[in-house]
């Protein structure tokens, strides 16, 4: 007789995680939770944005991009409260649309309006979601996640460098007093700060409650995402993962998701600029030889310092391609003053007014210097370019991602700021055109100094890349958060099943 064949029970195949992730509305943190919400989509596992209904209008390039290359990412919107409830302006959904410094106390608060239609839309998915990604602004999602039953993680935008100087900080009750300067504890690594570079956000009087809720949040969430790479910072997102007790997941650098053009030039979708950058960059015929200047999405410089960075980019001889802020340019003398800067400096500069496509920029063979802010991400994605930088920061974290940028990577001139200035750039702080110019030169020039601080630019921007390639420190990373959600979403196959809408509007009643 013939045997019988034996019954195999193949188990079906595992379904994919689903990641809710929930941005702080302002393009510093939610373009690189974009870039996340493509990474964990492309990889397989199920992503969706939470964002309102103006914030959502900027990502409808991702979301068409996402569509067209058929990944699993839909955009979910959640009505912002309007303005009798929030006292803010109508229309205002994003920090950058702050315009006035008695509105962001307002604004952080108006946030915690979206926890109810949160839990409406996560009520309605057949099963709740394998795993709630928010920023750590966003605190009030820890209590959504806590009724709902569903694991957190908290994205921190800053290097680890940053957030272990900052949690050191905090657990030693570190208070530079003005014109004191301390040493950081705790750190592989001297760092030495003053009261006003100290680390710490949200430490202005009046946002006592916002700052104590989100470290709350971040200290009872099941870990934390980074954006960075073990190759870049090693030491410090172990250190950081030991000090936080909880697994950190370093993802990053996550830009290197966007590829080619289109997705480049869909971050942040904001693109005003009618000025052609990457035909100008194209005719450029020396590698290496452009310095992009641009101070990230919030900082706007009055036109004292304005004229100042003209100046000194002019004084520096090096071709340029210089953003500037339609915010920026706030009266007919400042027109006048960039028209004429304009036409003196055309045969070697470009000034680009408006929302610029920095990745497109920072990754072409011409731009071999970058002046920035030191916002994390303006950072990283130079790092990731290889480029390097002159640092001037602002405000925030970007002090302490300068001496990352300076004393640590040895990719940064500094140029000599040690004050931070307000985003309105009601600023006090003395740099001038000769400034500029030094550091500009001294980052452009080359010499012994100069080629060790751009071999070392190259070097990170080879690691950054591998990092992300499988086999790699953050692509294996991914593969292991990814997996370990896996498990949890077997039991959820019907949730799978089911094609996700792209966009989703939740009503405002619970
Ligand atoms: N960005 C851009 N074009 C601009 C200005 C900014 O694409 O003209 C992007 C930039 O690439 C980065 C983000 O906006 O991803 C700014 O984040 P960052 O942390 O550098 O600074 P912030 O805007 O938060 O101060």
Redesign the pocket.
């Known amino acids: 007789p013939m045997e019988e064949e034996p019954v195999s029970a193949t188990p079906p195949p595992p379904s994919p995680p689903h990641f809710v992730i929930v941005p702080l509305p302002?393009?510093?943190?939610t373009?690189?939770m974009v870039d996340l919400a493509f990474l964990l989509a492309e990889r397989g596992a199920r992503a969706t944005l939470v964002v309102t209904p103006a914030n959502a209008s900027r990502l409808r390039a991702a979301a068409g991009l996402a569509a067209r290359a058929n990944l699993p990412l839909e955009i979910v919107e959640l009505p912002f409260p309007p303005p009798a409830e929030t006292g803010l302006p109508a229309g205002v959904e994003n920090v950058?649309q702050v315009t006035d410094y008695a509105h962001f106390l307002p604004f952080f608060t108006a946030l915690r309006s979206l926890a109810s239609p949160l839990e409406s839309y996560l009520r309605s998915l057949p099963s709740p979601p394998s795993c709630l990604i928010s920023d750590w602004c966003q605190s009030w999602t820890s209590d959504v996640a806590t009724r709902g039953g569903i694991p957190r993680l908290f994205f921190h935008?800053p290097s680890c460098f940053y957030s272990l100087c900052d949690l050191n900080a905090a657990a030693h009750g570190l208070q530079p007093q003005h014109g004191e300067r301390f040493i950081v504890p705790g750190m592989p690594v001297r760092v030495e700060v003053t009261k006003e570079t100290r680390p710490g956000f949200f430490k202005e009087p009046g946002w006592e409650a916002i700052h104590e809720a989100s470290m709350e949040a971040m200290r009872t969430a099941d870990g934390a995402v980074v954006n960075t790479f073990v190759g870049l910072e090693s030491q410090f997102v172990s250190c950081y993962e030991t000090a936080l007790g909880k697994p950190v997941w370093a993802l990053g650098p996550f830009?290197l998701y966007n590829r080619d053009a289109d997705m480049m030039a869909s971050?942040?979708n904001?693109n005003t600029s009618d000025v052609d950058a990457q035909t100008w960059l194209d005719e450029i015929d020396e590698d290496d030889s452009v310095i992009y200047v641009?101070?990230?999405?919030?900082?706007r410089k009055p036109p004292k310092y304005l004229f100042e960075v003209g100046h000194g980019l002019e004084d520096s001889g090096k071709p340029f391609l210089w953003?500037v802020?339609e915010s920026e340019v706030i009266s007919p003398e400042v027109e006048q003053w960039m028209s004429a800067f304009v036409l003196r400096t055309a045969t070697r500069g470009l000034v680009?007014r408006?929302?610029?496509?920095?990745?497109a920029i920072?990754s072409h063979r011409a731009v071999g210097g970058f002046v920035?802010?030191?916002?994390?991400?303006?950072?990283l994605?130079a790092i990731a370019h290889g480029v390097p930088v002159v640092t001037w920061p602002?405000f925030?974290d970007?002090f302490l991602n300068e001496r990352l940028a300076v004393d640590v990577l040895g990719v940064g001139v500094p140029i000599g700021v040690t004050m931070p200035v307000m985003l309105f750039g009601d600023e006090a702080v003395p740099v001038t055109r000769g400034d500029v110019a030094r550091a500009v030169s001294a980052l452009m020039d080359g010499g012994e100094e100069g080629e060790e601080r751009r071999r070392k630019a190259k070097e990170y921007g080879e690691k950054a890349r591998r990092a992300m390639e499988k086999g790699g420190s953050s692509y294996e990373s991914l593969t292991q958060l990814i997996d370990s959600f896996t498990l949890q979403a077997m039991e959820t196959t019907e949730q799978a099943s089911q094609p996700p809408p792209h966009f989703v509007l939740v009503p405002l009643a619970a």
């Open positions: 302002a393009q510093g943190h373009i690189p950058d935008g830009s971050r942040g904001d641009n101070f990230g999405s919030l900082a953003v802020k680009v408006g929302w610029a496509p920095q990745l920072l920035t802010h030191c916002g994390w991400n303006s950072m994605e602002h925030a970007q």
